[in-house]
């Protein structure tokens, strides 16, 4: 990050121009930290500044107040250019209490001399108890290098309303917005926006809030920052990946989507109950994870394909259906919102550790397409992209997602209606004479399917083994082809994809390869060493099986080869460790058994999208080893 | 006799079905398997009602009774086990044009499937399902199961079952929106066949528990029922299942029911002594979950395209 002090304003008060700067504000669940942190996200965006906010959400719905595991809230990082990543520390905080502050400052998440902002209603509270821990946190902060103001949010609150637990969260918009020297009518703009339902007096009451904040900020507080902001001549929207998801299978033409509630994929549902009903769609919430699995196969094998949302162990729980959709070859599209595992594992934190279930889950040999989107413009897509597939090979597409892109904000141009997004009208015409329902292209493997309702189609699909006819058959020749065919899907389908791009020069030193949502924290972290001098380059895989052509070409060009990843991976450090017992990474087994080339892997699981400088020391090691 | 000239074009253009129609196959089940009985009746059923080959569906799960899709000659739907109701769901709410059946087994009902079944009852979707009920597992090769009597001697309960048997009808009829229960017998093709006709004239879920024989594994655990025609309890009604003089004549354990009574309805399930045969409840009132559901717009490119825009404008910055 460069600043640069240029212009100290009368008064005393000190403007500093930043490249970016990343903001957070938190507070005990319910009182308002999440929407104060994603409007300070769109008035950002609405600046034309780059940027990603990242969720901070406590692991319950209510945990106690003021508890050290309860920072419920949202962090914003803020930029002159695009942001592709939540980026490093935090640089400015907004606190409610000083417990929910403390959380943060054990987790490593805020930077060395981050400026704190901290309501300072608790010093004088009326529990001796209360007064003395935020006393004592006070003083750990400030002698720790914290730049803290104490700032009596309640009491100035108090000033306009008599709930001020409810207010707060304006009001702290205001003081950033002063801070961040934001467009105080563009932020009135946002609020009317963000509770564009609501009633105009309620809108008018956040306004009073959030100017409230703003003077006090203007006549209290003696610094400033200017993030110079490079608005895009493409008109954009924010949101986040679960909503993008959403949005792209309404833009798809799917019609149903069944669900079962799990963390952190059911946004997206929810998005999509009040969303998809206007355009005939329908959200079904099955009794479990099994059975929304199956009725969207009895969906898509009556009509249009059909998508079912889940995470983790609902993804887990789903494996004999997949299985069933793959064998009696019914379009599906089946979207995994990554979680930690395994079994609950962490529910709201992120992890890429289901890429080989996604590959190699149900039993026996299951191929199907697996997905990665690796930005949240790339959730929307790849449902328009994955329900064609699915059509296209009958067979099940697997999008896999993670709790990072789910609950992360970051602009992305507008998409443009396109009808051709739409699936087309399922077939109802008769069948020809002797058509056989899996009457396979010896070739592709590719056969079409008879749906109900078309005469002369009639015919049984079942999981067993089956010959054309789709008759049961024990024959060994039959489920010999059965297999074969259905792999072959696979292989049409790798020869329209294209290579994946190479981030940096086609050759060097090392190579650096992802997917999913941790493409802009690599990228990041490799064009600051590229820009250094270092030989380092990287590629992220969107497609997972089959895999794009000429990776093997792209990985032989470079001296080194290494994943970054947020799943488990044994560390060659460990005593007991050695490459006779080391578990790599999904992606490096997958690449080192494809390609025979000595893939290594740097991963982490702690429930955070890895860091660009984290990134970066892993690379800088990797480079001198 | 003369028909008007209208009507002498309709029947020439109707379309008149044989049982030939929908059959598919020689059956693999065993000999005298009640499985036979059941096929028979709905072969017929669908041959009398003249139900379109392609516009029927048949879901079934595993076991004996899953088997019935493949000999259908209409769209059949061969799922996995316990998971029947689900497949029928997402069929039926896709396309609520087609008929759809489910054939299901006591293992893929009342055991591996029950959370589907108790939810299947209460989304009242118009569909008609038949239990083949004969109380144990046939296909894994004699294993209890959960609607076998206690004391049932199996290859997982050789000293016998431990625990009594599941009644399906009164779970049924336990769970909201219970539209239509009814029950019938495999050796009473009669009355199976009405019961199968009402069923599928029910706008509904419609739940026709079937007790049948199971020659292979249980030859003889049903025979205190078959050789004593006391012991076949035919509940009748001008609204239920009408008696022939026939059956009369045989069954003379007969009680006369109206099948709105639910409370009453439970009662005669509960019965342990004889088997109640005929519609225990019907109610054509409750609303089907498809019918709810599709209230919603109609699925056009402007309308998707119009929703879409004004879902974006809400996310543009």
């Known amino acids: ?625 | 006799m003369k028909l008007s000239a209208t009507k002498q074009l309709l029947e020439l253009y109707k379309e008149q079905q044989a049982l030939e129609d929908y059959q598919s196959g020689v059956p693999r089940w065993c000999t005298g398997c009640g499985d036979n009985a059941i096929l028979a009746a709905i072969q017929r059923l669908c041959r009398d009602e003249g139900l379109r080959p392609e516009k029927t569906v048949f879901v079934s799960g595993i076991g004996c009774s899953s088997r019935f899709p493949h000999y259908m000659k209409t769209y059949g739907f061969h799922g996995i086990h316990g998971r029947a109701f689900p497949v029928a769901e997402g069929v039926k709410m896709a396309r609520p044009d087609l008929t759809v059946f489910v054939n299901t087994g006591d293992g893929d009902c009342c055991s591996i499937g029950a959370a589907h079944w108790v939810h299947a009852i209460r989304y009242n979707m118009n569909m008609t399902v038949f239990l083949h009920d004969n109380q144990i597992y046939g296909l894994t090769k004699k294993q209890a199961s959960p609607t076998s009597p206690i004391g049932t001697k199996s290859n997982t309960t050789p000293r016998g079952s431990y625990l009594d048997g599941l009644n399906p009808l009164t779970v049924t009829l336990g769970v909201v929106n219970a539209s239509f229960v009814a029950q019938a017998v495999d050796w009473i093709p009669e009355t199976l066949f009405e019961i199968v006709k009402a069923a599928y004239h029910h706008k509904g879920f419609s739940f026709v528990r079937i007790v049948q024989r199971c020659p292979e594994w249980l030859p003889k655990s049903l025979d205190p029922w078959l050789q004593d025609p006391e012991r076949i309890q035919l509940v009748h009604h001008a609204d239920g299942l009408q008696l022939s003089p026939g059956l009369s004549r045989v069954y003379k354990n007969q009680i006369e029911h109206n099948p709105r009574d639910i409370h009453r309805a439970r009662e005669i399930a509960s019965n342990q002594e004889a088997i109640p045969v005929g519609i225990l409840y019907r109610n054509p009132e409750i609303p089907c979950y498809e019918d709810t559901r599709h209230a919603g717009a109609l699925r056009t490119v402007d309308a998707i395209r119009r929703n879409f825009d004004a879902e974006l404008d809400k996310y543009t910055v």
């Open chain 1, 1 to 625: 990050m460069t600043t640069k002090k240029s212009a100290k304003k009368a008064g005393g008060m000190s403007c500093t121009t930043l490249q970016e700067h990343i903001v957070e504000i938190i507070s005990d669940s319910g009182e308002g930290a999440q929407r104060c942190g994603q409007t300070l996200g769109s008035i950002a965006a609405r600046m034309g500044n780059g940027i990603w906010t990242t969720e901070i959400i406590p692991a319950e719905i209510r945990p106690p107040a003021r508890s050290v595991a309860g920072a419920s809230g949202n962090r914003i990082r803020i930029g002159s250019e695009y942001i592709t990543n939540g980026g490093d520390e935090t640089d400015l905080v907004v606190a409610f209490n000083e417990q929910v502050l403390l959380g943060r400052v054990n987790a490593r998440e805020l930077k060395p001399g981050c400026i704190i902002l901290l309501e300072n209603m608790w010093r004088t509270h009326a529990d001796p108890g209360i007064a003395k821990s935020y006393t004592e946190a006070y003083e750990r902060l400030v002698k720790a290098g914290y730049k803290v103001h104490e700032i009596p949010m309640e009491e100035e609150c108090l000033k306009i309303t008599s709930n001020a637990r409810r207010g707060k969260n304006m009001f702290a918009l205001g003081l950033l917005c002063h801070i961040y020297s934001f467009d105080l009518q563009a932020a009135r703009e946002q609020i009317a926006l963000t509770f564009g339902k609501k009633d105009r007096s309620v809108i008018d009451a956040n306004i009073v809030l959030l100017e409230a904040g703003h003077k006090w900020a203007v006549e209290n507080i003696d610094f400033s920052f200017r993030i110079p902001a490079t608005p895009s001549d493409k008109k954009l929207i924010s949101m986040n990946g679960n909503t993008s998801l959403a949005l792209g299978v309404m833009a798809s033409g799917m019609e149903i989507c069944a669900m079962y509630p799990i963390t952190p994929a059911t946004s997206a549902s929810h998005y999509l109950s009040e969303a998809f009903e206007r355009v005939g769609g329908i959200v079904h919430q099955a009794e479990d994870e099994i059975s929304a699995c199956a009725f969207a196969i009895g969906a898509s094998y009556a009509s249009k394909c059909t998508v079912t949302i889940t995470s983790g162990p609902g993804y887990s729980l789903k494996q004999e259906a997949i299985g069933l959709a793959v064998m009696a070859e019914i379009p599906l599209v089946v979207v995994n919102v990554q979680r930690g595992g395994p079994s609950t594992g962490q529910p709201t934190k992120v992890e890429q550790g289901d890429m080989l279930t996604a590959i190699y889950g149900s039993h026996g040999d299951a191929p199907k397409v697996v997905m990665a989107p690796a930005t949240i413009e790339d959730c929307f897509y790849s449902m328009i992209t994955a329900r064609r597939i699915a059509e296209t090979f009958n067979t099940v597409v697997v999008v896999l997602s993670d709790a990072s892109l789910s609950s992360s904000q970051q602009p992305f141009p507008r998409p443009e209606f396109n009808e051709a997004w739409l699936a087309p009208p399922y077939d109802q015409n008769p069948v020809p004479e002797g058509a056989k329902p899996y009457d396979w292209d010896p070739v592709t493997g590719i056969a079409r399917r008879f749906i109900p309702g078309q005469p002369g189609g009639m015919h049984t699909v079942t999981g067993l083994a089956h010959d054309r006819q789709s008759h049961v058959a024990y024959d060994p020749d039959i489920n010999q082809e059965g297999l074969r065919m259905r792999s072959l899907k696979l292989a049409a389908l790798q020869k329209t994809l294209l290579p994946p791009e190479v981030f940096g020069a086609p050759k060097g030193d090392l190579l650096v390869v992802g997917w999913g949502s941790t493409k802009g924290a690599i990228e990041e972290a490799v064009a600051g060493l590229q820009a250094e001098g270092k030989k380092v380059s990287s590629i992220h895989l969107r497609f997972l099986q089959p895999m794009q052509p000429g990776i093997k070409e792209i990985l032989q060009r470079f001296k080194k080869v290494m994943t970054i990843e947020t799943n488990w991976s044994d560390s060659p450090d460990d005593e007991l460790i050695n490459e006779d017992s080391r578990r790599y990474s999904a992606l490096a087994t997958l690449l080192r058994s494809r390609y025979l080339i000595d893939v290594d892997c740097w991963t982490e699981v702690r429930g955070q999208p890895v860091k660009p400088r984290t990134i970066r020391r892993v690379l800088l090691a990797k480079l001198e080893k």
